[in-house]
């Protein structure tokens, strides 16, 4: 499994970025998104580039039923990467 470094980021241009992207198990409009836990301590919530975006439906789903996460981590891990790294691409930031 892919270990991030800590660290806070909190931008909220990149959660409104993120409303324009289609939900990753879906691909429905009408995302939000997901925070998946930090690989050190495992709290929610802290980390902006630490999402993935789910429709509503399928946001509950997750919540609903922890062991399908669990399960889907390696690969979200990898997408909440990419599009943090995409948003940033597009601002010339990288």
């Known amino acids: 499994m892919m ?3 800590p660290k806070k980021v909190k931008d909220l241009k990149y ?3 993120l409303r324009g992207k289609r939900c ?4 429905k409009h009408h995302v939000t998104g997901h925070h998946l836990p ?8 802290s980390r902006d ?3 993935i975006v789910l429709c509503l439906n399928c946001h509950q789903k997750m919540h609903k039923n ?3 996460e669990r399960s889907l981590l390696p690969i979200f891990y990898r997408e909440a990467k990419k599009l943090w790294d995409e948003y940033n691409e597009e ?3 990288k």
Not at 24 to 27: K, L, N, Q, R
Not at 38 to 45: A, K, M, S
Request: proline content about 4%; some cysteine; charged content about 30%.
């Open 38 to 45: 930090n690989t050190e301590g495992g709290q929610r919530r």
């Open 91 to 93: 601002r010339g930031l």
């Open 24 to 27: 990753m198990m879906c691909g």
């Open 15 to 17: 959660r409104v970025w």
């Open 66 to 68: 922890p062991n399908d």
């Open 49 to 51: 580039d630490l999402q």
């Open 3 to 5: 270990i991030l470094k």
